[in-house]
Nanobody, 126 residues
Framework: QVQLVESGGGSVQAGDSLRLSCAVS????????MGWFRQAPGKEREFVAA????????YYPGSLKGRFTISRDNPKNTVYLQMNSLKPEDTAVYYC???????????????????WGQGTQVTVSS
C-alpha cells in the first residue's frame, strides 16, 4: 500500500513563494508517476503539475507554466512543488497523487491516479 503525506502549505501574501513536499511510503517510489492537483472551495479538483517516474518528463497546464515547478528526489521518496509569484487565485487545498507507471509518460487527469494524499492548504492573500 502506498501512502502519501503532503506538507509545506500555509498562508502567504501575493507574490510570495512556497514549496510543497509529498513524502511517499514504500521502496519503489521510482516506479511511480507523480502529480499535483488542487481544489478550491466550490470548484472541481484541477491538474497542477506532473512528473514521470524517473523525473525525465514534466508537464503543466499553460496557465501555471513558468510559475510552478515539479521535481522529485527518488532516494528520498519525495516529490516537490515549487510555487512562485503566488496569486490569490492559487488558494486551494493541494493534493499529491501517485500511480505505478515506469516510463517517461506524465499523467494529467484525476482518473489516472490510484493513490492520493490528504491535502495541504495554501492560502494567498492580496
Amino acid at each position: 500500500q502506498v501512502q502519501l503525506v503532503e506538507s509545506g502549505g500555509g498562508s502567504v501574501q501575493a507574490g510570495d513563494s512556497l514549496r510543497l513536499s509529498c513524502a511517499v511510503s514504500g521502496r519503489t517510489f521510482s516506479s511511480y508517476a507523480m502529480g499535483w492537483f488542487r481544489q478550491a472551495p466550490g470548484k472541481e479538483r484541477e491538474f497542477v503539475a506532473a512528473i514521470s517516474s524517473r523525473g525525465g518528463a514534466t508537464y503543466y497546464p499553460g496557465s501555471l507554466k513558468g510559475r510552478f515547478t515539479i521535481s522529485r528526489d527518488n532516494p528520498k521518496n519525495t516529490v516537490y512543488l515549487q510555487m512562485n509569484s503566488l496569486k490569490p487565485e492559487d488558494t486551494a487545498v493541494y493534493y499529491c497523487a501517485a500511480q505505478r507507471r515506469i516510463s517517461t509518460v506524465v499523467l494529467i487527469t484525476r482518473n489516472d491516479y490510484d493513490y492520493w494524499g490528504q491535502g495541504t492548504q495554501v492560502t494567498v492573500s492580496s
